[in-house]
């Protein structure tokens, strides 16, 4: 082949290759003109859920939105299977058979809140100014919602899922998710990757490629109780001692390497004229890598009094391992990001302080992109609300990940 006659065919190659890309490009606005069609019908079905309250401490309010829950998937012709909670409302499970014989995509979410019952009435649903307000509704209701929409959406473009898909849903993730823990992770072992419904971080949407691992100590500090007055030499003060404690703990800091400690409450003493025979501090610990949870677990357990009449106890541990940025991580952002590219959209990537049910399933080494759930601000807060115009793109982004993962 002479050097024309290459050059001519690479450019042939290259123009089909824009053509393709026109294609997609076409298909991927048409499909985000599906879901802004369809923005209204989206907002009612985060307003649906948000008003059915469902604190994590409520098994009866709880069990509601998972019955609400399981009917909507049952419609999509889901099948839906209550796992029993004691204390909490029961976790939803609902399996998609979907088309082919790859393994399913696990779309992971929550639906207790931090608000108590009765919230609804000072802190209602409403629409304002391209917002939705209320209780849940950013972490994580609309995250729900894309969920329905999502599948929905891929059923009318492909007659039925292309690929099985299982949706967890759990009561308790604002309280540990201890209930729910082995479930997530024995349905996280049978996935190809796991998409978080979790809210994106910042108002412009980016998903969580790393969050930290969090845990939670409690050092209690004995010492010997004296009148402060007339025995002050016999007492040997815990508050004292508790006060030193936290200043050497407060060394073990390392914000650099993404380790951090804080005695967020404090307890201690009777009266001020006792010299206190007992003091306690909660402390928050968070670190970067998974690897750092043993050493930063040794130090706190080898704290050593200052004044040998005192005693020391500490209990607690690391809760969630932090979802670290692994090869299986990045390229699901990259593929995400690659699909959004095709609606002109830079999606960012954000690696955060605060844990997820998604430290779980990336710490088993499956593939996890956090974040994929609603934007707005005020998570827990009376201001939470949900950006709407957000919602159609998000929807979008989920389906097109169920597709191409
Ligand atoms: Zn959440």
Redesign the pocket.
């Known amino acids: 082949m002479n050097a024309t006659k290459a050059a001519g065919k690479k450019q042939i190659h290259k123009e089909q290759n824009r053509a393709l890309d026109d294609k997609s490009q076409n298909l991927w606005a048409e499909r985000l003109n599906y879901f802004e069609t369809r923005a209204e019908e989206i907002v009612r079905t985060v307003r649906e859920l948000v008003e059915i309250e469902s604190p994590s401490d409520n098994k009866p309010a709880a069990d509601q939105v998972s019955e609400a829950l399981a009917e909507k998937f049952r419609c999509l012709g889901g099948t839906p299977r209550l796992h029993q909670a004691m204390d909490y409302g029961d976790h939803l499970q609902i399996d998609f058979a979907g088309n082919g014989k790859t393994e399913p995509v696990l779309l992971l ?2 639906f207790d809140t931090v608000y108590p019952l009765g919230t609804l009435a000072n802190m209602p649903c409403k629409a304002a100014e391209g917002r939705l307000h209320g209780p849940g509704v950013l ?2 209701k609309s ?1 729900i919602a894309l969920v329905l929409h999502a599948i929905q959406a891929l059923q009318a473009w492909h007659g039925e899922l292309p690929r099985p898909v299982t949706v967890f849903l759990v009561s308790d ?2 309280v540990g998710s201890r209930s729910s823990r082995a479930i997530t992770e024995s349905l996280a072992r049978k996935s190809a990757a796991v998409f978080v ?3 994106a971080a910042g108002l412009r949407g980016a998903v969580k490629t790393a969050r930290k691992g969090v845990g939670e100590y409690k050092l209690t500090v004995r010492g010997v109780a004296a009148h402060a007055g007339l025995d002050p030499s016999k007492g040997h003060s815990a508050i004292l001692e508790l006060a030193r404690q936290i200043a050497a703990i407060s060394i073990f800091n390392d914000l650099r390497s993404g380790i951090s400690v804080n005695p967020g409450v404090i307890h201690g003493g009777t009266r001020s004229n006792v010299i206190a025979a007992e003091a306690t501090a909660v402390i928050d610990a968070r670190i970067k890598k998974a690897k750092q949870a043993a050493g930063l677990d040794r130090k706190l357990r080898s704290l050593k009094p200052f004044d040998r009449h005192c005693k020391l106890e500490i209990t607690g541990g690391i809760n969630r391992l932090p979802m670290e940025r692994t090869a299986g991580v990045a390229a699901l952002y990259r593929q995400a990001k690659r699909l959004a590219k095709r609606i002109d959209w830079n999606l960012e990537e954000a690696a955060v302080g605060g844990g ?1 049910d998604g430290n779980f399933t990336a710490g088993l080494g499956i593939p996890t992109l956090d974040g994929m ?1 609603g934007v707005g601000d005020g ?1 827990h807060a009376v201001h939470e609300y949900i950006t709407i115009s957000e919602l159609p793109r998000r929807a979008l982004l989920l389906a097109g990940m169920i597709e191409n993962c």
């Open positions: 979410g929550h972490d994580m995250g993730e604002e419904l979790e809210p997820s759930g998570a």
